[in-house]
C-alpha cells in the first residue's frame, strides 16, 4: 500500500519561501513519478511539478517556473518542492501523488494520471 505523507506548510508573506516534503512508502519507487498539485478555494486541482524517481527528470506548470524546484531524495524515499518567490496566488492546499511513469515524464499532468495521493499541506501567502 502506497502511502505519501506532505509536510512543511505554513503562513508566509509574498515573496518568501517555504520547502514541502512528500515522504512515500509502501513499494519501491525506481519506476514511479512523484507529482505536486494544488487546490485553492473554489478551483480545480491543478499541476505544479513532476519528478521521475529513476533519472530525476522534472516538469513544471508555466505558473511556477523558475521559482520551485523540486528535487528527490532517493534513499529516503522523500521529494521536495521549494518555493520561493511566492505570490498570494500560491495559496493553496498542496499535494503530492505518486504514479507509474510508462514515457515521458511531460504526459503526467493531470490528476487523472496519478493514483495515489497524500492528505494534503496548506500553504498561505499573505501580501
Known amino acids: 500500500q502506497v502511502q505519501l505523507v506532505e509536510s512543511g506548510g505554513g503562513l508566509v508573506q509574498a515573496g518568501g519561501s517555504l520547502r514541502l516534503s512528500c515522504a512515500a512508502s509502501?513499494?519501491?519507487?525506481?519506476?514511479?513519478?512523484i507529482g505536486w498539485f494544488r487546490q485553492a478555494p473554489g478551483k480545480e486541482r491543478e499541476f505544479v511539478a513532476a519528478?521521475?524517481?529513476?533519472?530525476?527528470?522534472?516538469n513544471y506548470a508555466d505558473s511556477v517556473k523558475g521559482r520551485f524546484t523540486i528535487s528527490a531524495d532517493n534513499a529516503n524515499n522523500t521529494v521536495w518542492l521549494q518555493m520561493n518567490s511566492l505570490k498570494p496566488e500560491d495559496t493553496a492546499v498542496y499535494y503530492c501523488?505518486?504514479?507509474?511513469?510508462?514515457?515521458?515524464?511531460?504526459?503526467?499532468?493531470?490528476?487523472?494520471?496519478?493514483?495515489?495521493w497524500g492528505q494534503g499541506t496548506q500553504v498561505t501567502v499573505s501580501s
Open positions: 501523488a505518486a504514479t507509474r511513469v510508462l514515457t515521458s515524464l511531460v504526459y503526467y499532468s493531470s490528476v487523472e494520471d496519478y493514483g495515489y
Open positions: 509502501g513499494r519501491t519507487f525506481s519506476s514511479y513519478g
Open positions: 519528478i521521475r524517481w529513476s533519472g530525476g527528470s522534472t
